[in-house]
Each structure stands twice: as C-alpha cells, then as structure tokens.
T-cell receptor, first 114, second 114 residues
Framework: GQQLNQSPQSMFIQEGEDVSMNCTSS?????WLWYKQDPGEGPVLLIA?????ELTSNGRLTAQFGITRKDSFLNISASIPSDVGIYFC??????????????FGKGTKLSVKP | SAVISQKPSRDICQRGTSLTIQCQVD?????MFWYRQQPGQSLTLIAT?????????ESGFVIDKFPISRPNLTFSTLTVSNMSPEDSSIYLC???????????FGEGSWLTVV
C-alpha cells in the first residue's frame, strides 16, 4: 500500500534555529498537505501544495511540492517555543482509494529549547 | 475553511459499551470523513460518511463496529461499538474542500476504554 517516509522522527533545536523536515514516497501524489498537531488537539492545516514544483509560504513556514511528485519538504525559519508539536505530511492522490484517503507520514516531533 | 466541532472532546468508557461521537460543520460540505489516531501514531481513514446512504469503509473497518450516520450535509456521527481497550484512540471528523483537494480536521474526540 501507499506509504510516506517522514524524517526526521524528532528534532530538538535551539530557539531561533531553522528547521527542515521532509517526506518521500515511492508513489506519486497530486496534493501534499502539511499539518501541525498540538497535544490534546486535532491536526491543523499549515500549507497545501497542489502542483509539482510549487513553493508556498505561510509566515515562517515554507513548503515545496517536489518535481517528481514523490516528495515534499517543510522548512520553519527562526523557530520559537510555540512551534513545539508534531508535524505531519500527508499525500492525496489518484490511486484508486477513497477520495479523502490521506496517506500520512509518521510525524516529526519538534521540541524547542527556550 | 469550515469550522468543525466534535462532541464529546474526551471520554472514559467502560469495556463492552458503545459511544457515539457527533460532528457538526458550520457550512454544507459534500465530503465528510472519519479518521482514527491510535496513541503515538498517525491518522488512518476509517470511512467516508455519505449523505443519505451507507458509509464507505476502508479495509480493516466494518459497519458493525463503527456505524456511521450522515443525515444531512452538515452533520455526522460515528459510533464505536462494543469497545475494548484497543479502541482507545483519538477519533477525528474531517471535511474536504477545494474540490476534495484540501482536508480539514476537527479537534478530535479522545476516547479511553477501561
């Protein structure tokens, strides 16, 4: 079945540092979505990518849809304590599954030292 | 994006009982879904809630265990039947917008089965 490899699994960085995480797949996706989940809450959509090569920013966050449509990365610049949480990538594609069947990565847990 | 509200937000349930989770959206949406997030894991699609007809279940999920209702375009329920400790998870309602290319999640319902 479809799988997304998300890395790193966890990160522990100094406040103010830049962060980078990525997802790769053996399959093509038509849409890449990046979510953040805080403890006790549901995932919140950060960035949505719809076209290969697309580079999109949302404040200090930047994400790109890989040219091959098999990968995506998320960068966070100048991290702050409220960036703590778990970041998930998710892919949506025409692979015969249900239309809303997002395939999720296993998440990147971000911890920031104040 | 649509505002998605779930009830209950948390519950502790006795083994063998059933619990119904409600999902209310503040606007009419065509596509609604139910996901499960087991402790420390990423999200897995349970089923697509179809308005006026039976839900479409993913592999590994069955109607007898997870009956779903969707009486209109703004409301759905998921019942977790005959619960066991293995059902302790976060259950998340989600909706699709932008012609199905963007998925948003509710805050989740955190169930603990004892």
């Amino acid at each position: 079945g479809q799988q997304l490899n998300q890395s790193p699994q966890s990160m522990f960085i100094q406040e103010g540092e830049d962060v980078s995480m990525n997802c790769t797949s053996s399959s093509i996706f038509n849409t890449w979505l990046w979510y953040k989940q805080d403890p006790g809450e549901g995932p919140v959509l950060l960035i949505a990518l719809y076209k290969a090569g697309e580079l999109t920013s949302n404040g200090r966050l930047t994400a790109q849809f890989g040219i091959t449509r098999k990968d995506s990365f998320l960068n966070i610049s100048a991290s702050i304590p409220s960036d703590v949480g778990i970041y998930f990538c998710a892919g949506l594609g025409n692979y015969g599954g249900s239309q809303g069947n997002l395939i999720f990565g296993k998440g990147t847990k971000l911890s920031v030292k104040p | 994006s649509a505002v998605i509200s779930q009830k209950p937000s948390r519950d502790i349930c006795q083994r063998g009982t059933s619990l119904t989770i409600q999902c209310q959206v503040d606007s009419q949406v065509t596509m609604m879904f139910w996901y499960r997030q087991q402790p420390g894991q990423s999200l897995t699609l349970i089923a697509t809630a179809n308005q006026g007809s039976e839900a479409t279940y993913e592999s590994g999920f069955v109607i007898d265990k997870f009956p779903i209702s969707r009486p209109n375009l703004t409301f759905s329920t998921l019942t977790v039947s005959n619960m066991s400790p293995e059902d302790s998870s976060i259950y998340l309602c989600s909706v699709a917008e932008n012609r199905g290319n963007t998925i948003y999640f509710g805050e989740g319902s955190w169930l603990t089965v004892v």
